[in-house]
């Protein structure tokens, strides 16, 4: 078994759904009493949202790059970011010698099994409105649907100030319901849940396309590395 680095507090709510992911995950695999190997840096991510505030991306890069450094040299053989700071992704490779799990990569290449084109995305501000992350879905072959302006605020609302905290209110769930029956409305055939934190909020039995949860994706896609 390989040994799975993760980049993680960010919040450490995702951070947990990772852990939790990874664990079943070998032990569904492999039987018995295995777990995964795992070596996790978790950072204060009120220091990181205060530089994403800041747009300060150039220091959020190299803070994840000297943690990515560090979990190389406890042993990790792959890298895993448990966050869509994927906007780092590039900068935080360049800094390690061991692989970078792309979480928009394994995203990508679910929905395209499903046989899916065009498909919304839900995730934080930075996530909708920028291009790394729909930028690569585009990269292989995806029309990617984001909601209106008003809406991208109360997806990232929610994710901010109630998710990464542990709350989930019934209110919220709503709102994004009505969220994906827009994307739907407007041509998208199933939901990129691009933010750990919405799949605590949302899931398949909520919305009438398909559900992409990229949490479990990139789950998956590192217990294949690491387990073969």
């Given amino acids: 078994m390989r040994t799975i680095g993760l980049l993680g507090g960010m919040s450490w709510e995702s951070s947990a759904e990772y852990y939790r992911l990874l664990n079943e995950g070998v032990r569904d695999r492999l039987g018995g009493l295995h777990s995964a190997r795992l ?3 978790s950072v204060d991510f009120a220091q990181v949202e205060a530089m994403q505030v800041a747009g300060d991306w150039e220091a959020a890069g190299r803070l994840l790059a000297a943690e990515a450094r560090g979990v190389e040299a406890a042993g990790a053989d792959l890298l895993l970011i448990c966050t869509t700071m994927h906007k780092v992704a590039d900068q935080v490779q360049a800094a390690v010698g061991i692989p970078l799990l792309h979480l928009a990569d394994a995203t990508a290449r679910a929905v ?117």
């Fill in 39 to 41: 070596v996790l840096a």
């Fill in 112 to 228: 395209q099994g499903a046989g899916i084109e065009r498909v919304g995305l839900l995730g934080t501000a930075f996530t909708m409105e920028q291009d790394f992350y729909t930028g690569r879905l585009a990269d292989h072959g995806l029309d990617v649907l984001v909601p209106d302006a008003p809406d991208r605020e109360l997806v990232h609302r929610v994710i901010y100030d109630e998710l990464c905290l542990g709350v989930v209110r019934e209110e919220s769930r709503q709102a994004y319901q009505r969220g994906v029956a827009d994307l739907v409305e407007r041509g998208a055939r199933g939901v990129i849940l691009g933010c750990t934190e919405i799949e605590l909020l949302l899931g398949a039995d909520d919305v009438d396309v398909p559900v992409f949860a990229t949490t479990a994706l990139h789950v998956e896609a590192a217990l294949d590395a690491a387990l073969g």
